[in-house]
């Protein structure tokens, strides 16, 4: 008989996992919410709970629970740092680490660092004053903490009721771990609703980050929920369901064959070469002749690992677009912005527009007729030209983009939403194209744009392929992508040269 050690994100405590625990019960398990020091709104925390205390109050649950049971410790969000330091404190009690929506934290990271929300990790690095993060009064405060649109106003009114006050020593902390964790068998159970999915991890993975290598052990499985950050409340029966099953041993296996990553696949097009200048971060595709040319910049997406190579600029789909603009007798412009993390739009959107400026000098371009092209992740980063379109910006383009950021991402105060900015763009040319295999917390934020669009009467062209992947010029190569492509470059070019 199994027992799950059920510990949860900040504010909340076992009250959480009432309907996960009767389902765990009823299936023949034993389950232990647990409500950590300082989380029992009856109680307010004091000044000194730091995370070793909740270190300490998962500890002690283990050592309670009878030595013959193999223990599964689940942690969901803030969770998983009492969990990971109690495993590495019992490694030999503990059968199974689960992390919930949670995060990867190291030996050394503080909670905070993985907060997504950047007012509330700004906040908890200056603090100053009560001991404790004041707990959330509304619908927004929890969304600073994760997805909420799978919840009903009756579950989003009960996590207020009885959320406590979080004491800020257990965030700021930093998270001692000895390696005794490392060689325990992990379960990631990834929340689609909050932004990730066992794809998205899969892509990652194949970017090269050294710090998620670790995830191809066999000892390491994955499962997905339909749900945002809280599926104890909105989804408990999944969310048991896949408790047993990660306990079982069962889950997805990421593949250790080293393949060549499929973000570096041949571009779809048989286009020629052609003269390629780098200035800086920017590289420009030349056409033939003298004369200054309209010029088209393509924006690639992210967050990508930091240090990862190739860099965007030379992978095949970016050299391939740069070369088919220039053999049409545009100016093809590529750019490596340092998206590395979600935190990082602002420096990415200030790079972008150092890489126009210097597109628009460049004595082949003719400054005055220049398209944007966005993708993927880079989609956030044209809210700025959809919401106050200069006039020498004749289309903004975008591929298979992100246009509404991402739950787990924690820019909801941003101004990174073309979603919204769209409603400004007037009659600015907006070609999408959108692909219909699109994973579905990108196809909402697709959903959302489009929507505001059309009640702003924007002037959005879509060219959408039904069997299509994201990222298809690399991985999809049919006559239904190569039609895509060719149509999505004449729209662009036609927009700057007519």
């Known amino acids: 008989m199994t027992a799950f050690v059920l510990v949860s ?15 765990l019960s009823a299936a023949g398990a034993e389950a232990y919410p647990v409500t950590l020091t300082g989380l029992d709104p009856r109680q307010p925390a004091g000044p000194d709970i730091d995370l070793e205390t909740h270190i300490r109050d998962v500890v002690a649950l283990i050592d309670r629970i009878d030595a013959a049971r193999p223990v599964v410790v689940v942690g969901h969000g803030y969770g998983i740092h009492p969990v990971l330091g109690a495993a590495d404190r019992r490694p030999d009690r503990v059968a199974r680490i689960v992390y919930l929506d949670a995060g990867l934290p190291q030996d050394g990271d503080p909670a905070l660092a993985a907060i997504a929300d950047a007012a509330t990790r700004e906040r908890l690095t200056t603090w100053h004053g009560d001991p404790a993060l004041p707990a959330p009064t509304t619908p927004e405060d929890w969304a600073r903490w994760g997805g909420v649109a799978d919840l009903s106003g009756a579950a989003l009114a009960r996590l207020t009721r009885s959320a406590a006050p979080h004491p800020v020593g257990t965030l700021t902390q930093p998270l001692r771990l000895s390696g005794a964790v490392a060689g325990l068998p992990t379960t990631g159970v990834l929340c689609t609703g909050n932004g990730a999915s066992i794809a998205l991890v899969e892509s990652l993975v194949g970017m090269g980050n050294p710090a998620l290598q670790r995830l191809v052990d066999p000892r390491v499985s994955f499962f997905e929920l339909a ?78 690992p930091e240090g990862a190579l190739p860099t965007p600029r030379d992978w095949p789909t970016f050299v391939g677009y740069g070369r088919y603009a220039a053999s049409v007798g545009v100016v093809g412009a590529t750019v490596d912005h340092r998206l590395h993390r979600p935190g990082d739009y602002d420096r990415a959107a200030e790079d972008v527009v150092a890489a126009i400026e210097t597109v628009r000098a460049h004595p082949r371009v003719d400054r005055d007729r220049i398209a944007l092209w966005f993708f993927s992740g880079g989609g956030l980063l044209a809210t700025d030209w959809l919401e106050h379109p200069p006039s020498w910006l004749r289309c903004l383009a975008a591929t298979y ?51 505001a669009g059309e009640a702003a009467e924007a002037n959005v062209e879509v060219i959408h392929l039904a069997e299509a992947r994201h990222g298809f010029e690399a991985i999809d190569h049919t006559e239904e992508t190569r039609a895509a492509v060719r149509r999505a470059m004449r729209v662009v070019t036609g927009h700057v040269t007519g």
């Open 9 to 23: 994100e900040a504010h909340t405590g076992g009250w959480i996992w009432r309907d996960v625990a009767a389902r």
């Open 227 to 304: 749900t945002g950050h809280w599926p104890m409340v909105s989804a408990p029966g999944e969310v048991a369901d896949v408790l047993r099953r990660a306990a079982a041993d069962e889950g997805h296996r990421l593949s250790a064959k080293r393949e060549e990553p499929s973000h570096l696949g041949p571009f779809p097009l048989d286009v020629p070469a052609c003269d390629r200048e780098r200035v800086g971060r920017v590289d420009l595709y030349l056409p033939d002749g003298e004369l200054p040319c309209p010029a088209v910049l393509f924006v690639h997406g992210g967050p990508l």
């Open 401 to 451: 983009p992100i246009l509404a950021p991402m739950p787990n991402w924690g820019l909801a105060d941003s101004r990174f939403h073309p979603a919204t900015a769209v409603r400004s763009a007037g009659e600015l040319p907006i070609v999408l194209t959108t692909v219909g295999l699109e994973r579905a917390e990108i196809a909402v934020t697709v959903h959302e744009f489009l929507a």
